[in-house]
């Protein structure tokens, strides 16, 4: 049995650890107190345990959450580098960065026509008079060929129209094709043609005197080829030249000089005058209304001889 001195002490140790657990406890608890009656504290403050372990010695200083890590962004699936829409290039090209082409001339475009042109139907009338042996104002002489005609003055522009073809259409649809080797004159008005009158039966009875037409420039089918005739009285020191049997409105007329080209005046009667004997004898060089060249050799001065040339304008 154990004496009275070994149990006195086992009762002092119980009593001072239940005084130091109490002591612990109310020290807690007025900290706690003390931290909750703070007016500054944070509301996001996280809370110190009420019930520590024993021995843990406890902060009174608040923690501070950790900052929530923020989500990474996802990869995008688009490009990383997106063409705008308004960078596509239009399918119309900038009328700045490719300019519009040059307007072509058109089909059978004449440039140096003079008032009557390609691809253009005049109005007119068509009245008809005696054309004898088919001379006239052209003075291309005598020919078996009886469909030609007399240009009004206007549009006969001194001498320009000669030898131009001619489509005629009366109103009820009968036409004709015909030679200008003569000038209408005044009262002749413009968009008048005098034919003769084998080219004006084709139209309308020669009773009628006068009828309504629309005319057209024309450029034929022809086996024929241009020639060359000197006016009476030329020489190589004065000559005038004359072109015969063109297809097509005769615009120019040169004479070669040295390692060029004279071009000679035209005049009211249909020939190409070198005052001065210039070129006269020499090579000749033709030029239609469209621009075609048709260069001449070896035509002698023969006055009032028709020299053919072999050679014939294209047709249009």
């Known amino acids: 049995m154990a004496s009275p001195s070994h149990r006195r002490p086992l009762r002092k140790r119980r009593r001072t650890a239940l005084v130091s657990t109490v002591a ?13 009656l703070r007016p500054d504290r944070d509301a996001n403050t996280v809370q110190a345990t009420a019930t520590p372990v024993a021995g843990t010695q406890v902060s009174a200083s608040p923690t501070k959450p950790k900052p929530t890590p923020k989500p990474k962004p996802r990869p995008s699936t688009t490009s990383p580098n ?40 005049y109005q ?23 469909m030609v005609a007399a240009m009004n003055h206007t549009d006969y522009e001194s001498s320009k129209a000669c030898g131009a073809y001619v489509l005629v259409r009366a109103a009820g649809g009968a036409s004709v094709t015909v030679r200008i080797t003569n000038e209408c004159p005044l009262p002749c008005a413009p968009g008048q043609l005098d034919l003769s009158k084998q080219a004006f039966a084709e139209l309308a009875g020669l009773s009628a005197g006068r009828i309504p037409i629309t005319w057209s420039l024309l ?20 000559c005038g030249i004359q072109a015969i049997g063109h297809r097509n409105p005769l615009a120019r007329l040169e004479v070669g000089v040295g390692s060029g080209w004279r071009q000679l005046s035209r005049t009211d009667y249909n020939y ?10 020499g090579p000749l060089r033709l030029t239609d209304i469209y621009g075609e060249q048709l260069t001449v050799n070896g035509v002698a001065i ?13 047709q249009h």
Request: proline share 13%; hydrophobic share 30%; with cysteine.
């Open 124 to 146: 007119g009338a068509a009245t008809h008079y005696d054309a004898g042996d088919g001379d006239g104002a052209c003075l291309y002489g005598p020919s078996p060929d009886l």
């Open 302 to 314: 023969r006055p009032d001889a028709v020299q053919p040339t072999g050679v014939q304008f294209t």
């Open 219 to 238: 450029s034929p089918s022809t086996s024929d080829t241009v020639s060359i005739r000197y006016k009476t009285g030329s020489s190589r020191h004065w």
């Open 24 to 36: 612990v406890a109310a020290t807690v608890l007025v900290v706690s107190l003390v931290v909750a």
């Open 82 to 121: 997106p063409t705008p829409a308004t960078t596509t290039p239009s399918a119309r090209p900038s009328p700045r960065s490719t300019p519009e082409p040059a307007p072509r001339p058109a089909s059978g475009t004449a440039p140096l026509a003079g008032r009557i042109q390609p691809e253009v139907t």
């Open 272 to 281: 190409f005058l070198s005052a001065d004997g210039t070129g006269c004898g």
